[in-house]
């Protein structure tokens, strides 16, 4: 039975990504683009990843869309005849896809127990989870204990990427980019509005809710600093589309978005530099309590923090970046 | 059953490929953006193919059932960053293609080049 | 007992199945965008009503069967507002376009 919702779902995967190089309309990929992701993320539940499918729904489905549309507003949504022949790159893709799925043969089946991938580490994770950390979610224990060295890396990924969208397009003023169309569209005033900004606001305290659960719920079940950041993140550009820029910007000032960002980078190397100081390694949170697994438990509840602050800010920052560029 | 077994990784292929060929065919930029993110996706698709556990489910330890099997937490941690940093970094791109549309009026990679030569 | 749940649960599903399998026959065949918006939009929301009922009865009195009320809300409140939203739009679009052809006559 999950055989075939899986074959179903991965099928519909190809189906909508060959739809999406074929239109011209970049409006309508960009929106094939987020049922894409949403496909995706599907697929990763069925594959047992509840995480990463929550992390690529509110991040692909949700955020990504409302980015790609703030780039297409400032640029042009089609896309023009290129004279270039087309058979060339096709024969090279051709090539290249045959050689790959040779390759594919010598892969050990979905779900085989014996493949290598399973042999190394990951029975050690599981089956030591319980005795050192004592949290359920071992992919919340493996994201922030044991290789929180690597998370470290990943969210001043994000910084630097957040740090450097904001250099091309600078943090200027609030643009109406994403507030309400222009005066000949809406001949009804706001009443064309009114259903969606009534309903958005009333899900708006629950998205935010719900995103904190998952923040601080993450020891124990799907969640963590990455998807609560992610659909917070969410949750208040969703305020900005109804509400306009200006309001959104008044809820959560830029201001506090930097502090956000910086702080919750901070947050996360601060936690590491304190071990040290107590006398263990980088990032190694047993020293934090008397009890190590008391301390592990600490130790990740706080970076987990860092990382939700850091992603969020991140997130809406350059969210806001784009959207003030079209009025600058 | 075998064959099945396979499937996910040929789906991968192919959305690999699609990608690929929608960033070096095409000549819009915000299309060749399209088709890393397609491509992005499919490297994600691989590695959580193989987390995959025959009667497996989600690495959440239930506390009382001993034997439960679970499937592999390494790939979903390196994905699930993944997807975010893929996020910021492809907001840049995006904010790298405004900033080219500024300076040249246009998101065609073929017009813009030929402005560049011209110059 | 369990037999009646049982039993009761998959005549739901069918029906839920049943609803969403015409409502996407309705959204290829109709020919304009608001027919085949009514097509989905309306099957979708009693589809959806019984696909989640169907599984609150196999789930049973659980915290499962909360959370799926939980999402069954979430649905009912904005795949209506969603489709709202859509020909909304689709109205605005196609207003726009006849002002310019008005514009153009003159």
């Not at chain 1, 499918?53 to 949700?62: D, K, M």
């Not at chain 1, 507003?73 to 087309?86: F, I, V």
């Not at chain 1, 040779?102 to 989870?129: C, I, M, R």
């Not at chain 2, 990608?19 to 399209?34: C, H, M, Q």
């Amino acid at each position: 039975m999950t055989i075939l919702l899986a074959v179903f779902l991965l099928t519909m995967l190809v189906i909508t990504a060959v739809a999406i190089v074929r239109t011209r309309d970049l409006f309508a990929a960009v929106m094939l683009l987020g049922i894409f992701s949403l496909l995706m993320a599907a697929n990763f539940f069925v594959l047992d990843a509840a995480d990463v499918a929550l992390t690529e729904a509110a991040v692909g489905a949700g955020i990504s869309t409302v980015l790609f549309l703030g780039a297409l507003a400032l640029t042009a949504a089609r896309e023009r005849e290129s004279g270039d022949s087309r058979w060339l790159p096709l024969v090279v893709v051709v090539i290249m896809a045959a050689t790959v799925v040779y390759a594919t043969f010598d892969k050990p089946a979905l779900g085989d127990p014996n493949a290598p991938v399973h042999q190394h580490v990951a029975p050690w994770y599981l089956s030591e989870t319980p005795r050192l950390i004592d949290i359920p979610n071992v992919v919340t224990a493996v994201l922030g204990s044991y290789r929180g060295y690597d998370t470290l890396g990943e969210v001043f990924v994000v910084f630097t990427a957040g740090i450097a969208v904001l250099f091309l397009l600078g943090s200027g003023r609030p643009g109406e980019l994403f507030s309400r169309p222009p005066d000949e569209l809406s001949t009804g005033g706001l009443k064309h509005h009114l259903i969606p900004r009534v309903v958005g606001k009333l899900l708006i305290p629950f998205i935010i809710l719900f995103g904190l659960y998952v923040q601080f719920h993450g020891e124990y079940g799907p969640g963590g600093g990455f998807q609560a950041g992610a659909i917070i993140a969410a949750g208040v550009i969703l305020y900005a589309l109804l509400e306009g820029e200006t309001r959104a910007l008044a809820a959560l000032p830029e201001s506090a978005l930097k502090v956000m960002v910086i702080g919750g980078a901070l947050l996360y190397t601060l936690v590491g530099v304190v071990c040290m100081l107590m006398g263990g390694n980088f990032l190694d949170y047993s020293v934090l309590s008397t009890n190590s697994v008391a301390g592990q438990q600490l130790g990740i509840i706080l970076i987990e923090a860092g990382v939700g602050l850091a992603v969020t800010g991140v997130l809406l920052s350059i969210f806001h970046a784009f959207a003030a560029r079209a009025t600058a | 059953m075998q064959l099945l077994g396979l499937y996910n990784y040929w789906v991968f292929v192919v959305l690999l490929m699609i990608g690929f060929y929608a960033v070096i065919a095409k000549s819009n930029l915000i299309k060749k953006l399209i088709g890393l993110s397609i491509f992005q996706a499919a490297v994600f698709l691989l590695y959580i193919s193989m987390d995959k556990v025959e009667g497996g489910t989600a690495p959440i330890i239930q506390a009382g059932v001993p034997d439960q099997i679970y499937s592999n937490p390494l790939p979903q941690v390196l994905i699930l960053t993944a997807i975010v940093v893929g996020i910021s970094t492809m907001a840049l791109g995006l904010a790298i293609v405004v900033r080219i549309k500024e300076a040249y009026g246009t998101i065609e990679e073929h017009e813009a080049a030929a402005m560049d030569s011209e110059a | 007992m369990s037999l009646f749940l049982d039993l009761g649960s998959w005549v739901l599903f069918g029906i839920g199945s049943l609803l969403l399998f015409i409502g996407a026959l309705g959204v290829l065949r109709l020919p304009t965008l608001f027919t085949r918006m009514h097509a989905a939009s309306l099957t979708e929301s009693l589809g959806t009503i019984a696909v989640l009922t169907g599984i609150m009865l196999q789930a049973g009195l659980t915290l499962a069967t909360m959370k799926l009320l939980a999402i069954l809300l979430f649905l009912l409140l904005t795949s209506p507002t969603s489709s709202y939203a859509l020909a909304n739009a689709a109205l605005l679009a196609r207003n726009r376009d006849q002002t310019r052809e008005q514009a153009d006559r003159k």
